[in-house]
């Protein structure tokens, strides 16, 4: 997740600023200069995006939360259908 504030001295709309997890999994390291520029595509995130992110999250927490809800949905849904039969 790419953050910024209008606060942050040094950038504009066209730059975002990095923590050290993101730095990390990137892989990109704090051997950058300063005024050295480091290309990135940044780009939205779909919501099929966001839903594959949490479903192999690396944190068993909240990717276990995430499984539980869909499959909680899915059997709901499927609940609902079959009390939808059973009453006509």
Known sequence: MAM????TPG?????????????????????????????????????????RHFWNHPDIGYRTAHQIAVVSLA???IGLGLGMVALF
């Open 75 to 77: 059997m709901g849904l």
């Open 11 to 51: 950038l504009s709309r066209n730059a975002a600023a990095l923590d050290y997890d993101a730095v990390d999994a990137l892989g990109v390291g704090y051997n950058v200069y300063e005024g050295t520029a480091l290309h990135l595509l940044v780009k939205r995130a779909t919501p099929l995006d966001v839903f």
């Open 4 to 7: 910024g504030s209008n606060a």
